[in-house]
């Protein structure tokens, strides 16, 4: 019965979606053509990803210091071969196939291919749900902005309760780095730093934005649930 009530809340969701892209595909042929063919072209992104790491693996697999761990390497240490390279250049250098030994050449241009193929296919499916969900999602939020105005039961549209875990997790990571800096003076460890600070706050920050906005009544706040809820519920 539960899953029946939910499938019911859920219909004018489908509605909506359902216009929408007829509305789109009535518009533009491409548009129509994408719908039709989307799950291939997901298909052929997934396969291409597999390609790209295997084809990484192949170069790199039983070798010692060799493959793509020199230009790796190069990036992080700024030297290829024992050499170092200019401060000036950085990555740069790192990218620059003539530093690239012959032998690994193909397979290097191979990952640039595969790589660039990738990124364009992700563009175009992010722009297609983009211009699919956008209209959707800013309808359901205006709707239900319209709905939580009206309901006195909601006084409060901002909740500050929504950063208190992620107050003390900062705190306490900060203070985490804190004490292996004073303990280990001599290890290097910004991986690790950044990995606290950009791989758990920085995005536990943005799902924390988004409770803190209970109901998002301002330009502003509207703006940021509608590209939140679209990169990340959608």
């Known amino acids: ?27 533009s042929d491409f548009y129509g053509w994408y719908h039709q063919n989307l799950l291939v072209i997901k298909y052929i992104m997934y396969a291409l990803v597999v390609l790209l790491n295997i ?22 240490n700024g030297e290829y071969d024992g050499n170092p390279f200019n401060a000036d250049k950085g990555y740069d250098e790192a990218l620059d196939l003539s530093n690239i030994d012959r032998k690994w050449f193909a397979s290097v241009i191979l990952t640039y291919i595969f790589g660039a193929i990738n990124f364009l296919g992700y563009v175009t499916i992010v722009g297609f749900l983009g211009i699919t969900e956008i209209p959707i999602i800013t309808r359901e939020i205006d709707e239900k902005v319209a709905d939580d105005l009206q309901n006195p039961s909601i006084r409060e549209y901002r909740d500050p309760g929504a950063f208190n875990a992620w ?37 536990w920050t943005l799902y924390c934005c988004r409770q803190y906005v209970v109901v998002p009544d301002t330009a502003f706040t509207r703006r940021f649930a509608i590209v939140y809820d679209l990169a990340v519920g959608r």
């Open 1 to 27: 019965i539960s899953r029946m009530k939910e499938l019911i809340k859920q219909t004018p969701v489908f509605i909506a979606e359902m216009g929408q892209i007829y509305r789109l595909a009535r518009q």
């Open 167 to 203: 107050g003390v997790t900062l705190v306490f990571n900060v203070f985490f780095m804190i004490m292996h800096n004073f303990n280990y003076p001599h290890l290097e460890a910004t991986d690790l730093y950044l990995f606290l600070v950009l791989g758990i706050n920085l995005p």
């Open 55 to 76: 084809n990484v693996v192949m170069a790199s697999y039983g070798q010692l210091g060799g493959g793509y761990g020199d230009n790796y390497n190069a990036t992080r």
